[in-house]
């Protein structure tokens, strides 16, 4: 594949959203990096010139660079998964606590045995609070890897 041809793969890789599309892409790469390299190496049997050795490297160096987005795209797409999952929690979160303050509602306005109740409350504030703790350590790692990927991206401008 020429450096020309590899060219063409810019705005597929920039644009691609199918992760599956993206992993074929990077196999590819692989599998021609180790063709390029392979005749890099074998340039001493004179059977390529040193304007082709040199394309060969080009080609290589733009390919790791492709692969390099790839993977940082392929990670993107992980932490939106990961974030959707946090949604989902935090969403299940609101409806917990719906409940449970539509049953103290009804538990404050019945007579009924108020011990058995408490200990219920407490049991209940306690689950809460653990799913809580739970959202905000998810939160805290999403952020962290956010900025993780940012600083990748913004190290790849740079390079």
């Known amino acids: 594949m020429k450096k020309e041809q ?10 691609g959203r199918d992760p599956e599309r993206l992993l074929e892409l990077d196999i590819n790469l692989k599998q021609l990096i180790s063709i390029l390299d392979y005749r890099i190496r074998e340039k001493t049997e004179n059977e390529y010139t040193e ?4 394309e060969f490297r080009s080609s290589v ?10 993977g940082w795209k392929l990670e993107n797409f992980r932490l939106e998964r990961e974030k959707e999952r946090i949604d989902a929690i ?19 306005n019945s007579p ?14 306690d ?25 990748i991206l913004d190290k790849t401008k740079r390079e």
Not at 51 to 54: D, S, W, Y
Not at 90 to 108: A, W
């Open 112 to 125: 009924s045995d108020t011990e058995e109740l408490r200990a219920d409350n407490i049991a209940l504030r």
């Open 51 to 54: 304007g082709e050795i040199t």
């Open 90 to 108: 935090t969403k299940n979160k609101r409806v917990i606590l719906e409940i449970f303050e539509s049953g103290m509602e009804s538990v404050l």
């Open 127 to 151: 689950q809460l609070s653990q799913k809580e703790k739970e959202i905000t350590a998810l939160e805290k790692r999403v952020k962290i890897i956010a900025r993780e990927v940012v600083g």
């Open 6 to 15: 590899l060219l063409l793969l810019k705005k597929e890789i920039l644009e």
């Open 61 to 70: 160096a733009i390919a790791r660079s492709y692969m390099r987005v790839i």
